[in-house]
């Protein structure tokens, strides 16, 4: 009887430390499988922020040439205006500025 206890605790025992393994070995998998999600979700995350560096990059772009072309617009408009001054015109506004700058 007691070779029998002692076969079924040993059986037990047995069964205890492959249940164990099979544990560890599902543990494993399970890191692994959150090592990978993990990592695939970290790259799709940084893909959607060089996606939205981009594209902001690209806006600003956009909005700093826009800006230029109006600069240029008003400068050329402006040159126009000047070209078209007669010569006693344009002088007396120089004169005038000039005042303003080098008082007599």
Not at 22 to 41: D, M
Not at 52 to 63: C, F, H, I, Q, V
Not at 69 to 76: G, N, P
Request: glycine share 0%; charged share 45%.
């Amino acid at each position: 009887m007691d070779t029998n206890v002692l076969s079924e605790v040993v059986a037990v025992e047995r069964e205890i430390q492959r249940c164990i393994e099979i544990e560890r070995v599902k543990s494993r998998e399970w890191i692994e499988k959150i090592k990978e999600e993990s990592q695939e979700e970290l790259l799709r995350e940084q893909e959607k922020i060089h996606e939205t560096l981009r594209n902001a990059s690209d806006e600003a772009r956009k909005e700093a040439e826009s800006k230029a072309a109006l600069v240029v617009k008003d400068a050329l408009a402006k040159a126009e205006v000047i070209q078209k001054l007669k010569d006693e015109d344009l002088t007396r506004i120089i004169e005038k500025r000039l005042t303003k700058i080098l008082p007599e």
